[in-house]
């Protein structure tokens, strides 16, 4: 029938999300460690782990404005699945500092160029259903979990030189995953480039939400790129550091499953203040209580807050803020701005700070928030509810 909208593909969708995922859950805890096993410096790590994150303020808009103009979103995803896969394969040619920069730049600008677009092709097929969103994205949230802790067992056991072999087959998954999916059709899809995207970048309530996001995301940083270095350095197992991340996840995943329901009882404004005050308290525990294991349980469990309820937050603004055309190119600015360039800049001055002061470095994250917080007083509340 004219105007009916298709199923939902939950299982394709969702699979994308769970090895998507399942590759973060393998290089956010244990790409640093490798890397200290390999001999690197707190700022060459730094720099290393930025460098995947810097990528992602021009990836995602260059081939977001790619997929806006050809309306082949799907297509650009497959594309930059499959050369992530290629280029990645490099690693294993050297393990010099200056190779592996090379290597993390080539494939991390494809592999970064697919998850905003994934995002639009979701809420295209989801249309009506788009409060559903966070019960596909849970997945990515599982795989994330099933990953993290069976590495941190299997690193506990075997040298941790097997990563790069993992992180392969963890993007071949995800580009076998992403051939899964079809186009949206044209009445789903979010594509129309009519719609002026600039403008909007003009109005100051936007300006605010960019803003805010990216600080949550400097917050960030340090525990991407330090928190198992800084467990193991007090006395962790990387059995635990697995377990502690995987806690994390597990919270968001609730958030996650249950968000839908949250999101009937609060408004957009409420969320946000929730989630960036847990989140400024979440950085100044883990800063103050790293030697404390019930405290560092219960601050893991507030990564439910600082991104899983500030994440769905932030993709429902686009979603209501951004139509059309404007969409894929907003989704684009909130992955390359703020995850990209957020956390490059907070991973970078971790790296400066670390080996002067771990604890510094994490009460400066809380110190992120709290302005985020200020910041976000600002944002108009008619646009928040």
Same mark, same amino acid.
């Given at each position: ?264 009882? #609060?408004? $957009?404004?409420? +969320?946000?203040? !929730?989630?960036? /005050? *847990? %989140? @400024? ?6 800063? =103050? ?72 470095? #994490?009460? $400066?994250?809380? +110190?992120?928030? !709290?302005?985020? /917080? *200020? %910041? @976000? ?6 646009? =928040?509810?």
């Amino acid at each position: 029938m004219l105007g009916q909208q298709s199923p939902v593909p939950y299982w394709r969708l969702s699979f994308f999300y769970f090895f998507y995922f399942a590759l973060l859950g393998a290089w956010l805890p244990y790409w640093p460690l490798y890397l200290k096993d390999q001999g690197f410096d707190a700022k060459a790590i730094a720099y290393l782990v930025a460098i995947m994150m810097a990528t992602k303020i021009v990836a995602p808009n260059i081939w977001g404005w790619l997929a806006t103009i050809s309306g082949q979103r799907m297509r650009i995803i497959r594309y930059g699945s499959f050369l992530a896969c290629t280029a990645f394969l490099l690693i294993f040619l050297d393990q010099s500092l200056l190779w592996l920069a090379l290597v993390i730049t080539v494939f991390s600008f494809f592999w970064n160029a697919v998850l905003a677009q994934f995002e639009v092709v979701t809420l295209s097929h989801l249309g009506t259903e788009y409060k559903r969103y966070s019960q596909i994205r849970v997945w990515g949230s599982i795989g994330f979990i099933a990953t993290v802790s069976w590495l941190g067992w299997l690193f506990d056991r075997v040298d941790s030189h097997w990563l790069p072999i993992i992180l392969l087959l963890l993007l071949l998954g995800i580009w076998v995953s992403s051939l899964c999916v079809s186009e949206p059709n044209r009445s789903q899809d979010s594509g129309d480039s009519s719609r002026p995207f600039l403008p909007l970048l003009k109005k100051p309530s936007v300006v605010l939400f960019f803003l805010v996001c990216f600080l949550v995301q400097v917050s960030h940083g340090p525990y991407y790129t330090f928190f198992s270095v800084f467990l193991e350095a007090n006395g962790y197992s990387r059995s635990m550091t697995g377990m502690l991340w995987t806690l994390g996840v597990l919270a968001e995943v609730l958030v996650f499953i249950f968000m839908h329901r949250l999101m009937v009882v #609060f408004t $957009l404004r409420q +969320l946000m203040f !929730v989630s960036l /005050l *847990l %989140a @400024a308290l979440r950085w100044l525990l883990t800063a =103050l209580y790293i030697d404390s294991l019930p405290v560092l349980l219960f601050a893991q469990c507030l990564h439910a807050a600082s991104f899983g309820s500030f994440h769905v937050f932030a993709i429902e603004v686009i979603r209501r803020w951004f139509q059309g055309g404007a969409q894929g190119q907003g989704m684009a600015l909130y992955s390359g701005l703020c995850f990209g360039g957020g956390g490059a800049v907070g991973a970078v001055l971790s790296g400066w700070l670390w080996e002067f002061s771990p604890q510094l470095t #994490f009460l $400066l994250a809380s +110190l992120c928030c !709290v302005v985020a /917080l *200020l %910041a @976000a007083r600002l944002i108009d509340r008619r646009l =928040l509810v």
